[in-house]
């Protein structure tokens, strides 16, 4: 608005005169109550920001704002308030699942990447996304030592071995925990050793995610997994 001169203040008023002379929300009573015209000296400063903090709680300043919100399609300023405050929760939702979408996915890469250190037992490769402690990283950890330890070693040669991971969504929103459910794809090939006995793992299934915050710091904290452990013993 830096801009703008005086005739288009001018315009605007014009404009909005036109509209507000239509507004259902201006017929009846409030018209007489609040007017439907804006001079352009009040447009002027009003986009200017050239009013005191006192001039917030007038009242003819609030019957601007009234205005002004219906011009834009709203009924009044508390429904334009309140429309705000409602797209304010949404993105906060929308930001806090793509949040959590990409600590699953992560964990998914940094499995991955997990397995291709095989036989060499990495743990420590989780320490970003698992809490030290959990239930989840104990068993992770309890299984998959068991098969480094039968020298387990991931083929990726070829794409041999890749997973992917699809629809995630939020079951439970706490303000400490999230519950999230996935479904994920893992196609993976192993090798033992010197003998080169091959042992496939080939899965779909719905996979459920804890994930909690300690510390402020969100982790995850337990993982439902129906198929975890199975490699261990088909070996």
Avoid at 30 to 36: L, Q, R, S
Avoid at 136 to 144: G, I, P
Wanted: aromatic share 14%; hydrophobic share 35%.
């Amino acid at each position: 608005m830096n801009e703008w001169k005086r005739s288009h203040y001018i315009i605007l008023s014009e404009i909005i005169k036109d509209e507000l002379s239509e507004a259902e929300e201006l017929k009846g009573g409030k018209k007489f109550e609040i007017g439907n015209t804006i001079s352009h000296v009040t447009l002027q400063r009003f986009f200017e920001n050239d009013y005191q903090d006192k001039t917030h709680n007038d009242l003819r300043f609030l019957k601007t704002l009234d205005k002004i919100c219906i011009f834009l399609g709203y009924k009044d300023l508390n429904h334009y308030i309140h429309s705000v405050r409602v797209k304010s929760q949404a993105k906060e939702i929308d930001d806090d699942l793509e949040f959590l979408t990409r600590i699953v996915y992560n964990y998914c890469a940094t499995t991955f990447e997990f397995y291709k250190h095989f036989p060499e037992h990495k743990t420590e490769i989780f320490k970003e996304l698992v809490f030290d402690g959990s239930p989840f990283l104990e068993r992770t950890s309890q299984f998959s030592r068991e098969l480094c330890e039968r020298d387990f070693q991931l083929v990726t040669k070829n794409n041999r071995s890749n997973y992917e991971v699809f629809d995630i969504h939020l079951v439970t929103d706490e303000p400490e925990k999230k519950i999230l459910e996935t479904q994920e794809f893992w196609n993976l090939l192993f090798k033992v050793g010197e003998t080169g006995e091959e042992h496939f793992v080939n899965q779909l299934n719905t996979q459920i995610y804890f994930i909690r915050k300690i510390d402020n710091v969100w982790k995850i904290w337990d993982n439902y997994n129906p198929d975890a452990g199975r490699l261990n013993r088909k070996a």
